[in-house]
């Protein structure tokens, strides 16, 4: 089965400084998605950014990118100039047509945004 | 346009009773999906609805049952609740079927506690 694994539980970062939330998966698949969640204490979820795995051109939207290296099978999240309401849990989602087509979420990483 | 929307927000229930939780996507979206998020497990995929068929399951027992109507909307029921049903129940709608990358829209969720 997919995993995907978050190994930083919990990071911290000055506001607008940059910080780097890590994100691996296990797949034996070539043509899949992966998307980062935001879910602030609101518990709304929102989707922060996503990337086909056929693109070799890492995703961007606005302060957010990634880092994706399939090969490695690795896929950070980079927030530039990092704001208070960036402060959220982010989930890491890996999700294949082929496999089921289940959508499957890291742990999460608890970002607090220092003032 | 409005976003989605679940109901209840909250509820209480016992063990052995079943419970029905509603959604309702953003007006236009035809798939909506469920997914179980707790402490323990964090977020799990349930299924996905696309024009009133279940398109994708997760590996949740046969007590976790949806359907989908003619509208869209959507209602998840879970027979015999456990313990282990108490989550936060999100739900998520889009354009097209989640699983082609199409871009999720999550709810509030809803908070079920069994005791």
């Known amino acids: 089965a997919q995993t995907v694994t978050q190994s930083q539980p919990e990071m911290s970062v000055q506001e607008a400084e940059t910080v780097t939330l890590s994100c691996t998966y296990d797949?034996?698949?070539?043509?899949?998605?992966l998307f980062w969640y935001k879910q602030p204490p609101s518990r709304q979820m929102i989707l922060v950014i996503r990337?086909?795995?056929?693109?070799?051109q890492n995703a961007t939207e606005n302060r957010f990118s990634v880092n994706f290296q399939k090969a490695a099978k690795s896929f950070s999240l980079k927030i530039s100039d990092s704001q208070l309401g960036d402060a959220a849990m982010y989930f890491c989602?890996?999700?294949?047509?082929?496999?089921?087509?289940?959508?499957?979420f890291g742990t999460g990483t608890s970002l607090t945004v220092i003032p | 346009k409005a976003g989605v929307t679940q109901t209840p927000r909250y509820l209480i229930k016992t063990r052995g009773q079943q419970v029905t939780l509603s959604c309702s996507p953003i007006s236009g979206h035809r798939s909506v999906s469920w997914y179980q998020q707790t402490p323990g497990q964090g977020l799990q995929f349930l299924f996905e609805?696309?024009?009133?068929?279940?398109?994708n399951k997760g590996n949740f027992p046969g007590r976790f049952s949806g359907r989908q109507f003619s509208n869209s909307r959507s209602e998840m029921n879970v027979s015999t609740l456990e313990l282990g049903d108490s989550a936060l129940y999100l739900c998520a709608s889009s354009e097209g079927l989640a699983g082609r990358g199409e871009t999720q829209y999550f709810g509030p969720g809803t908070r079920l506690l069994v005791l």
């Open positions: 609805y696309f024009s009133e068929t279940q398109r």
């Open positions: 990337q086909e795995a056929y693109k070799q």
């Open positions: 989602a890996y999700r294949s047509w082929n496999t089921g087509n289940q959508f499957y």
């Open positions: 797949t034996s698949e070539s043509d899949y998605y």
